[in-house]
């Protein structure tokens, strides 16, 4: 027959399995951030959000700590602020299956859906305007419709950066896998640094306690060529193309798909229709 523990060492033991709790409870904030783009090719409009990524690893000092995940296909970087744990992670693939990788994250990092943040390009916005959404609809943008197609859900936060639309809707495909011109480039590292900061404020409010989950916030940079506007004319950030605008990097047709493909196959040609 067990005999009953001494009253000290049962208050004790209660103490501790509280405090066991607690911890548990704060290791569980965990957020999963995902920058949307085409790995390898980086200064392009459709990269800012692996652009913005950079700048938040850069921010929270752990921009040399990024390392290839092979069971996502993603370079990953883990961090804690606060009482949020953070796990960054740019896709090693196209921009029209980064959610295969995203997927891939969630379940290997045990990620609920509603704990992602995907940042990625908006053309709908000019350069210089940024806001988070809570779910919604690819809005014609691959690299989303990847994601919700992979995750069988729309509840993600987004971090949608202006890149402006082009004046002939016909160079859609072009202008996002073309680099930003001079006068963009003014301001582009002062929107990283906004994005950035906006993301990591975001997450911070969500994961507190008096914080709503639908929060929605919005940030504005002074347009390119705007007066006053100084704090846009340092080096660009990395990951962002210097100064003038270069040939697209690679075939237009496979950025701009229309169709998720599954795992394993290879991206097919199709006709325009997203971004």
Request: with cysteine; aromatic share 4%.
């Amino acid at each position: 027959m067990l005999r009953p523990l001494p009253r000290r060492l049962g208050r004790l033991l209660s103490r501790t399995m509280s405090h066991c709790e607690t911890e548990s409870r704060a290791a569980g904030r965990r957020v999963l951030v995902a920058g949307l783009g085409n790995y390898g090719l980086q200064g392009t409009r459709h990269n800012v959000g692996m652009a913005v990524l950079n700048q938040l690893a850069q921010k929270l000092n752990i921009a040399n700590q990024w390392k290839a995940d092979r069971r996502c296909r993603a370079d990953v970087t883990i961090t804690n602020v606060e009482e949020a744990k953070l796990v960054l992670m740019k896709p090693r693939q196209l921009m029209n299956i980064n959610g295969l990788s995203v997927a891939s994250a969630a379940e290997i990092y045990k990620f609920r859906v509603e704990d992602i943040y995907l940042v990625h390009d908006d053309l709908d916005k000019p350069l210089g305007k940024m806001a988070i959404k809570l779910g919604g609809s690819a809005r014609g943008h691959n690299g989303v419709r990847s994601c919700i197609s992979s995750l069988h859900s729309d509840c993600m936060v987004r971090l949608r950066v202006g890149i402006g639309r082009p004046v002939d809707e016909a160079m859609v495909d072009r202008y996002v896998l073309d680099r930003f011109t001079g006068a963009e480039q003014e301001v582009v590292q002062h929107v990283l640094e906004k994005a950035a900061d906006l993301l990591l404020e975001h997450i911070l409010h969500r994961n507190s306690s008096k914080a709503t989950p639908a929060v929605r916030m919005r940030q504005d940079c002074p347009p390119p060529g705007s007066k006053g506007d100084s704090a846009g004319k340092g080096s660009p950030a990395e990951g962002l193309a210097p100064h003038g605008r270069g040939p697209a990097p690679g075939p237009a047709a496979w950025i701009s798909m229309r169709n998720t493909p599954s795992s394993g196959e290879t991206p097919p040609l199709s006709p325009a229709g997203g971004w």
